[in-house]
């Protein structure tokens, strides 16, 4: 099932947007094409992963390391 699409609007990034194996979507935006393109490969790489761990916790954990990137750098909480 694995897909994939790269589009582009003159004036806006690239538009990556990458099926894996086990029929899950990604979309991701990227300043070149070959950046679209080394992450589609990507994700294909590590879909066994991806499939593996849980989103919420993924999530959860990229919130917190933003809040610790924001009190270092004095700018405002994140509440």
Do not use: H, P
Not at 9 to 21: I, P, R
Not at 24 to 38: H, I, L, R
Not at 53 to 68: F, G, H, M
Request: include cysteine; proline fraction near 0%; hydrophobic fraction near 30%.
């Amino acid at each position: 099932m694995r897909d994939f699409k790269i589009s582009r609007k003159e004036g806006e990034l690239y538009n990556a947007e990458v099926t894996d194996s086990y029929g899950n979507k990604y979309q991701n935006y990227f300043e070149t094409a070959y950046e679209a393109n080394e992450w589609i490969y990507y994700v294909w790489e590590k879909e066994d992963w991806f499939n593996s761990v849980d989103s919420q916790e993924l999530l959860y954990n990229a919130i917190q390391q933003c809040k610790e990137i924001d009190e270092k750098s004095n700018r405002r909480k994140i509440m």
